[in-house]
């Protein structure tokens, strides 16, 4: 499919090899395209690789500071002039066409976001689809590995696995597809988060307002993550997510779920650091995330 009447929006910030990546795909798959590129601060001439892009069809904007990729996107939606957009992060991969047919889902009653199954660079899931925390979901997820349910309920626990579409909490921000009208109603992220769950945040809106969020695992992209974590930060911050995550419950659910939802988090984090040294693999990652949330938990939420 062309993608005519679909936009694309991404941020950049010191991104240029991987959306010069990330716009080749588009052109070989959706190139009819609106492309709106947003450059926050780059020192590798990003802004240059976009303009120079397809005979210098994409719109580049260039606020002359780093945004975040919140209040960069919000940004860039401003200059789409189609019907649907789709956020993406710069260091996207398109498969296939996909992703057109997707948008072209998006203009259908009723209102949704929509989220594609996203593959991490080794070609596994991404856990890129997830239930509202502290939902019956997340209980049980912390209680039980969800490898030992039933295949029929790991998808309530872990929807990014599931072969059909499913309705969710919230999405992973790296792609999201939805009415151009819907995301400027919603933001459609919120202005005060420069990195680091504003994609939870705006699911957990978007259902306030009543905006569905749908996994949608017939459309896959690629996803090489943690490019802008590794600009900015070396790494994964976990303690950044944590807080960032206990600040979003706080706010959307309410203190009582928040303080739930650490307690749920941290079981969750040592229920796999124990299952992984029963299996003898390695747990660096778990240690560290459940130590980040026990540091963050010093600290009253707050956004930012």
Not at 262 to 286: C, N, S
Request: proline residues 7%.
């Amino acid at each position: 499919m062309s993608a005519r009447g679909v936009a694309i929006v991404t941020v950049t910030h010191d991104s240029r090899t991987e959306l010069e990546r990330f716009l080749g795909t588009v052109e070989e798959h959706m190139p009819h395209a609106q492309v709106v590129v947003v450059d926050c601060a780059s020192s590798d001439d990003s802004a240059g690789a976009a303009r120079a892009w397809a005979g210098g069809r994409a719109t580049v904007l260039e606020p002359g500071a780093n945004l975040g990729y919140g209040r960069g996107i919000n940004l860039g939606l401003g200059a789409v002039d189609q019907p649907v957009t789709v956020v993406a992060n710069p260091d996207l991969e398109l498969l296939d066409d996909s992703l057109a047919r997707m948008a072209a889902e998006a203009t259908l009653p009723p209102e949704r976001i929509l989220a594609p199954r996203v593959l991490n660079n080794d070609d596994t899931l991404q856990d890129s689809a997830h239930p509202a925390p502290v939902s019956a979901a997340t209980v049980l997820g912390a209680l039980v590995p969800p490898a030992a349910l039933p295949r029929s309920l790991r998808p309530a626990l872990e929807p990014w696995r599931g072969r059909r579409p499913r309705l969710v909490a919230w999405a992973v921000g790296c792609c999201l597809v939805a009415r151009t009208e819907t995301l400027r109603r919603l933001g459609p992220f919120d202005p005060r988060i420069f990195l680091y769950a504003e994609d939870t945040e705006l699911g957990l809106r978007a259902s306030e307002h009543g905006v569905q969020t749908w996994f949608c695992p017939d459309t896959c992209v690629r996803h090489h993550q943690a490019h802008a974590s590794l600009t900015a930060f070396g790494g994964e911050h976990f303690e950044l997510l944590a807080r960032q995550r206990r600040a979003v419950v706080q706010e959307r659910l309410g203190g009582a779920r928040r303080r739930v939802d650490d307690w749920l988090q941290l079981l969750t984090f040592a229920d796999r650091i124990a299952l992984k040294a029963l299996l003898r693999r390695p747990r660096v990652r778990e240690r560290a995330q459940l130590e980040a949330l026990w540091r963050a938990r010093r600290r009253p939420p707050r956004l930012s």
